[in-house]
């Protein structure tokens, strides 16, 4: 096996418990290899640190595996990792049959997604080091799990940065375009061939649960609402009226479907648009609300662009400050990673003085569980819920 040696220094990232290498980091590597490959990790003075499949042409130039210097990267490694993520979503998954089983580097399998669908998999492999085990995966997958079908969404941007062709397609057994799955009681449906992420927002199911809490009697307002994730929990929870907005008609179509699978239809109202122009429309029209909630997609996807971003996240907050009651709720969320949570709480508070409403944190929450965040790998930790009485 090829070794890495890390240029002096560099490997502190590492030993606190971050799994990448970085192509700066990486002083020589001695052996031969091939792009995907797994290599041995070694610091400046040629201690272990590990074992992880590499991607010259990548800036992730290697991902770490194991710590372990006893353990293989073979088929048994795999089926102990793949148990482990179960395991952990056994204790931390409620009342749901769809969830993330494996969330790539928080599950130690660096670039590996498996999202269940009830009896369904849909799998994402992002890095060229994890396509590679593709098949081990796969038939783990199917051993361990007995799916109906597998089908892999492997579309997302970040495979071309490692210099992968998107893909998507089945892998395994009989995976329709569409099935029903349960969440809280609420029960949605997923296209599993062409929704965005691998078809559901999973990571905000316990943000819906949350927020449905307040909506009892609310006229609520869901702006970037896809299928009606929070305005149908929301309707299902009590809301007087909810008017749902997002600029996919694809997604709101599915919307329109689950609000008459939850019996909520009468109370739902969807709209093609967009939010920023449906925010200004709205106050325009001096229209009002209990509970408003915001969850838009990353505005930023590089640090280079964050200060757009954050303009952007501040408008939408102001726009719908200025349409609460006083003592309104809003759920206001943010999945860039790179505006990190104290600067997401200060842009708040910046909309809140502009609109000159004060606010009181209910909670601030997270992405959900099944997602866990790793301290020490900044990355894992990209969704924030903040949850604010306004006065
Ligand atoms: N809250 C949802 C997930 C929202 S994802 C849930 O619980 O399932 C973000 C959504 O914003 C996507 O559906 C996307 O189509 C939509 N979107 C992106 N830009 C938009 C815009 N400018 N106006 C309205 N919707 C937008």
């Known amino acids: 096996m090829a070794r890495v040696i890390l240029l002096p220094g560099r490997e502190k990232r590492l030993l606190s418990g971050h799994p990448w290498v970085y192509f700066t980091q990486v002083g020589e590597v001695e052996g031969e290899f091939a792009a995907g490959d797994v290599l041995e990790v070694c610091d400046a003075r040629g201690r272990f640190l590990g074992r992880g499949y590499a991607n010259p042409s990548s800036q992730i130039f290697a991902r770490l595996l194991t710590r372990r210097r006893d353990e293989a990267i073979d088929r048994e490694f795999f089926r102990r990792r793949l148990e482990a993520a179960a395991a952990y979503r056994k204790k931390v998954v409620k009342d749901t049959t769809a969830y993330r089983l494996v969330n790539a580097e928080a599950d130690f399998l660096p670039a590996l997604v498996v999202d269940r669908y009830g009896n369904y998999l849909v799998v994402q492999f992002l890095a060229l080091g994890m396509e590679r085990f593709k098949q081990t995966v796969i038939e783990l997958l199917i051993e361990m799990f007995t799916p109906e079908g597998i089908y892999e969404r492997s579309d997302a941007g970040v495979r071309a940065r490692e210099g992968l062709q998107p893909f998507s397609g089945p892998l395994y057994g009989e995976v329709p375009k569409f099935t029903v799955v349960s969440e809280n009681g609420v029960r949605y449906r997923v296209d599993l061939h062409a929704g965005q992420k691998t078809g559901f927002f999973l990571d905000q199911r316990e943000n819906r649960k949350a927020v449905a809490e307040l909506a009892a009697g609310a006229r609520v307002l869901d702006c970037f609402c896809y299928t009606g994730g ?162």
Do not use: M, W
Not at 230 to 240: D, E, K
Not at 260 to 276: D, M, Q
Not at 317 to 331: I, Q, S
């Open 230 to 391: 929070f305005a149908v929990s929301t309707a299902r929870a009590g809301a007087g009226s909810v008017l749902a907005v997002d600029s996919s008609g694809a997604a709101l179509e599915l919307a329109a479907q689950n609000a008459l699978l939850n019996e909520v239809a009468g109370r739902c109202t969807f709209r093609e648009a967009n939010s920023f122009d449906e925010l200004r429309g709205l106050a325009d029209s001096g229209e009002q609300f209990d509970l408003v909630v915001l969850d838009p997609p990353a505005f930023t996807k590089s640090k280079q662009a964050l200060a757009g971003a954050v303009r952007g996240y501040k408008e939408i907050n102001l726009r719908a400050l200025k349409l609460l009651v006083p003592g309104g709720y809003l759920a206001t969320c943010s999945c860039s990673y790179h505006l990190g949570e104290a600067l997401f709480l200060e842009t708040i508070a910046a909309a809140a003085r502009d609109a000159r409403r004060t606010l009181r944190l209910v909670e601030l929450r997270r992405q959900a569980r099944d997602h866990p965040v790793l301290p020490e790998v900044p990355e894992t930790y990209y969704l924030k819920c903040g949850v604010f009485q306004v006065f």
